[in-house]
């Protein structure tokens, strides 16, 4: 259970919504007056819950140095008491209704009720499955080994509003190498399977209006998103002293 817990919006700022308006406010131009803009920040929702079931395990198989493990995470969470005051038109179409209309600053904000949504960032299913190879080479006193382990999440919102959703994924890593009393080389492979699912994003301030796509409309909401790493391999050696 939380209470207060912390998340992201966007707060308001500069232009003529304020308290003390500047003079350039009492302007008869309309163009003269000061522009506004969107600052993303901090705030604390009222009270949330995140609920689960985490299972391990792992097996060591009557073949000599050849085990597996499994662990599994199930998560379910709501935003129990959430009230988010906002002028981002985009945010309100989202909601899908303004709300409570209240005053900040001396401006107009649609108080949105997220009471309900899911925590951002957290997949309902969570699985990591390892296997593991490890045997002595002939009489050298080295051990060689060859493991790999395959990690999965469900999908995912990017933020408190439950728009963006980030859709699944599996991801590879495999590694083979030599291990001594003091030292390891080990050749690696992530994303072995060069898999290109955007697996993180986040939100930015309301800058729809300001920014214009190669058919010269605006987008209703403006995420940004980031590449996962592409496979990547190498060779890495570590020695202990």
């Not at 992201?8 to 302007?27: F, K, S, W, Y």
């Not at 303004?98 to 005053?103: A, N, R």
């Not at 439950?162 to 291990?179: E, I």
Request: aromatic share 12%; with cysteine; proline share 6%.
């Amino acid at each position: 259970d939380y209470t207060d817990k912390q998340t992201n919006t966007q707060q308001e700022l500069g232009g003529c919504a304020t308290d003390e308006p500047p003079p350039e406010c009492l302007d008869s131009d309309p163009d003269n007056d000061p522009q506004s803009f969107l600052l993303g920040k901090p705030t604390n929702a009222s009270s949330a819950w995140v609920k689960g079931l985490e299972l391990e395990t792992s097996w060591a198989t009557p073949v000599e140095g050849l085990s597996f493990g499994i662990a599994m995470t199930l998560l379910d969470s709501e935003y129990e008491d959430f009230y988010d005051a906002t002028r981002s038109a985009a945010r309100i179409a989202i909601a899908g209704s303004c709300g409570e209309v209240v005053l900040i600053r001396g401006a107009e904000h649609c108080n949105l009720n997220l009471s309900g949504n899911r925590l951002e960032f957290m997949p309902k299913r969570s699985y990591v499955a390892t296997a593991k190879f490890e045997v002595p080479l002939a009489a050298t006193g080295l051990d060689w080994f060859i493991e790999s382990n395959a990690s999965y999440q469900s999908e995912r919102y990017t933020s408190a509003d439950n728009f963006t959703l980030l859709d699944d994924f599996w991801k590879v890593d495999a590694r083979v190498g030599l291990s001594g009393d003091r030292w390891d080389v080990v050749a690696y492979a992530n994303n072995l399977f060069d898999d290109n699912t955007i697996t993180s994003a986040r939100g930015n301030p309301d800058v729809a209006a300001g920014y214009v796509d190669t058919l010269g409309t605006a987008p209703p909401f403006l995420p940004t998103a980031f590449l996962p790493q592409p496979r990547t391999y190498g060779l890495r050696f570590r020695y202990q002293y």
